[in-house]
């Protein structure tokens, strides 16, 4: 699999603490072996073409896989980047 991001995305990793970039490089690990790793929470959001993931308890990103791209659409606090607020 390859991890692609969107340039929002990039911008919010670059912006996040740098505790809190050590965990989503970790999560990104293994996002890239599993999609499903029990770390990472993640579900499909209901409605949409996409998945939310989990960093820690405040943080989650949103990612969609294409074929054998996993493109990384949002990074950020929950509930408050991810277009729910």
Known sequence: MILSFAKKAERSYKRLPPNIQKKTDKQFL?????????????????????????ID??????FQIEG???YVLTI???DERLGKK
Do not use: C, D, V, W
């Not at 293994?30 to 993640?42: D, Q």
């Open 30 to 54: 293994y996002l890239l072996s599993n999609h499903r790793h029990p770390s990472l929470r993640a579900r499909k959001m209901r409605g949409q073409g996409y998945f939310e993931g989990r």
């Open 57 to 62: 308890i405040h943080y989650r990103f949103t």
């Open 68 to 70: 054998h791209t996993i």
């Open 76 to 78: 950020g606090p929950h």
